[in-house]
């Protein structure tokens, strides 16, 4: 029988205004209306709310829409904070209370673990601390636009590339929104703008690093109009180029010490935002797992020893495994630095196979997981092989997390405790914890 083509059904776009009742919000802090059976999602509802709403886009089974305007407001909307909030690309829940959010993140993490669970699942208490100035670390974005004459100095506009020019964040570390009007005279004054690319400030805690991606060469009046300035600020500048590797121009390696250890890094290397998480979430690793002086632990997707360490501290001994080779070394000499001498550190792919990896033939009592947004699909299905009793996973995706949740099942373990984390205040970014035990 012969197949004619026949072209998927486009779905037109009534872009008529519609008043709707929003009744939930989603995962990625998204309102979700119905319309005829079909769910709409609307960036910046509440549930509880009548919201007049134009669409954007509609798919057979689901609706984007603007929200126009609020006919009826939820008891829990608030002023947002920041001026730059509905254009920032930054934090996406600000007009909702701080109380609120804490619900539901924890709400949105229970019912995802839940589903793929295939059981109930209550929370263990809130990790939480301060909602403003948390963050220790944030990119900007430079760009010259010459048919304007200036240099656009911030962060990206929600799902644009325009620069939304920030003169203060509130999120942001005090000590580095102090920087930001010196910065911005100093780049105005550089004389190739056009060759700047982003800016990274870390609020290390031996000072204040300044990482500047750069376009190309610099010419020397400009390099040393940026190391003079570094230097009287107290500042330690990277530069990076199309090498992706930072050079150090002056001042010192930065270092991070709320576990209890001192680990250094370097500036393009991921480190947790938020400090005062950062140090409670490593205590409470910790503690779920359980350590003891004759465990024998494995901390995969390890990055430069911020739970490794700790851990090595307190058991027989530790095997780290990171993806990114420069991480791995980081990690060696901060067991170095720190004179911690029952640490190995491998550099391996965790998803392929690594049957050829030396440490993947060993034993372990304890592991610990921490991945990035992807999740750990390629080693979750090896877990048990290892013969650890408890798994602590760290997640910074909720929907990762249930899905791997559901492999550790099948292995034969047990969710026995789960936590969300506010490691990300005012924005739909929740970090989690899960402890899956075998009896």
């Not at 939304?164 to 550089?190: G, K, M, T, W």
Request: glycine share 6%; with cysteine; proline share 4%.
């Amino acid at each position: 029988m012969a197949r004619f083509f026949q072209p998927k059904k486009q779905h037109s776009v009534n872009k008529k205004h519609q008043s709707v009742q929003v009744v939930r919000m989603d995962h990625h802090g998204d309102g979700i209306a119905y319309l005829e059976g079909k769910p709409v999602f609307i960036e910046g509802a509440l549930p509880e709310e009548q919201a007049l709403i134009q669409l954007t886009e509609n798919k057979s089974k689901y609706a984007r829409a603007k929200l126009i305007q609020i006919q009826q407001s939820s008891s829990e909307r608030t002023t947002p904070f920041c001026p730059h909030y509905h254009l920032c690309g930054g934090c996406n829940l600000q007009h909702l209370n701080h109380r609120e959010q804490l619900r539901y993140k924890q709400e949105s993490l229970s019912q995802l673990v839940s589903k793929f669970a295939g059981q109930t699942v209550s929370l263990a208490p809130l990790v939480s601390d301060v909602d403003l100035g948390y963050r220790r670390r944030a990119r900007f974005s430079l760009k010259w636009e010459a048919k304007k004459n200036r240099l656009a100095f911030g962060f990206r506009q929600k799902q644009s590339k325009h620069i939304v020019d920030i003169e203060h964040c509130a999120v942001l570390d005090p000590s580095l929104n102090c920087l930001l009007p010196q910065l911005r005279e100093l780049f105005r004054a550089i004389s190739q703008p056009e060759k700047l690319g982003h800016l990274e400030l870390i609020a290390a805690d031996n000072g204040i690093v300044m990482l500047l991606r750069i376009l190309g060469r610099l010419k020397e009046q400009d390099q040393k109009q940026l190391q003079t300035f570094a230097q009287q600020q107290a500042l330690s500048l990277y530069v990076m180029d199309d090498t992706e590797h930072p050079l150090l121009v002056c001042g010192h390696e930065p270092v991070y010490r709320e576990t209890g250890i001192e680990i250094a890094f370097q500036p393009h290397h991921f480190i947790q935002v938020n400090q005062h998480i950062n140090q409670k979430m490593v205590q409470q690793a910790l503690s779920w797992l359980e350590l003891s002086d004759v465990d024998r632990v494995l901390d995969l997707f390890c990055g430069v020893g911020n739970f490794s360490l700790p851990m090595a501290q307190q058991v027989k001994s530790l095997v780290g495994v990171e993806g990114i080779e420069e991480m791995v070394e980081q990690a060696r000499m901060n067991a170095v630095r720190n004179q911690i001498s029952n640490s190995a550190f491998y550099q391996a792919n965790l998803e392929v196979a690594l049957t050829e990896s030396e440490w993947a033939k060993e034993k372990f009592d304890k592991i610990l997981l921490d991945p990035a947004r992807a999740g750990a699909k390629g080693i979750v299905d090896l877990l048990a092989d290892f013969g650890a009793r408890r798994v602590v996973y760290v997640s910074c995706d909720p929907a990762t997390l249930a899905r791997d949740s559901q492999r550790l099942l099948q292995q034969g373990y047990r969710l026995e405790k789960l936590g969300m984390l506010d490691m990300f205040p005012h924005t739909s970014h929740l970090e989690s914890m899960a402890l899956f035990v075998k009896e």
